[in-house]
C-alpha cells in the first residue's frame, strides 16, 4: 500500500479559498486513481472529489461542483485539491486516498484502499 500525507488544512472564512495538497509515496511508483473526502463530525466520510490515474477525468460530489477542483502532478507524486467560495458547511477533516487499482476516477469508497490521515479545515460564517 501506498503511504500518504496531506498538507495546507487551516481555518478560514467563509467566501475565502484553500488548497490542500498530498504527496504519495512508499511503493515502486504506479499511478492510480485517487481522490478526496471529507468527515464532518457526526457524519460519515463524504466524497470530495477523484481523478485518473493520468489527470484526464475527474469526478465531483454535488456539494462541491463548480468550486472545487482536483488536479495531480505525477512527477511529484502530489494530488491537489483547490477549493474555492468554502461555506461552514464545508467544515470537515479532509482525508486523501488512493484505489486499489483502478484507473478512472471513481466516486465509492470501498474501492479505495490507502489513506491519509486527514487534515482539517474549518469554515467560520
Known amino acids: 500500500q501506498a503511504h500518504l500525507v496531506e498538507s495546507g488544512g487551516g481555518l478560514v472564512q467563509a467566501g475565502d479559498s484553500l488548497s490542500l495538497s498530498c504527496v504519495i509515496s512508499?511503493?515502486?511508483?504506479?499511478?492510480?486513481?485517487a481522490g478526496w473526502f471529507r468527515q464532518a463530525p457526526g457524519k460519515e466520510r463524504e466524497f470530495v472529489a477523484s481523478?485518473?490515474?493520468?489527470?484526464?477525468?475527474?469526478k465531483y460530489g454535488d456539494s462541491v461542483k463548480g468550486r472545487f477542483n482536483i488536479s495531480r502532478d505525477n512527477t511529484k507524486d502530489t494530488l491537489y485539491l483547490q477549493m474555492k467560495s468554502l461555506k461552514p458547511e464545508d467544515t470537515a477533516v479532509y482525508y486523501c486516498?488512493?484505489?486499489?487499482?483502478?484507473?478512472?476516477?471513481?466516486?465509492?469508497?470501498?474501492?479505495?484502499?490507502?489513506w491519509g490521515q486527514g487534515t482539517q479545515v474549518t469554515v467560520s460564517s
Open positions: 486516498a488512493e484505489t486499489n487499482g483502478l484507473t478512472w476516477a471513481n466516486s465509492n469508497i470501498d474501492r479505495y484502499s490507502s
Open positions: 512508499g511503493r515502486v511508483r504506479t499511478w492510480y486513481a
Open positions: 481523478i485518473s490515474w493520468n489527470g484526464a477525468s475527474t
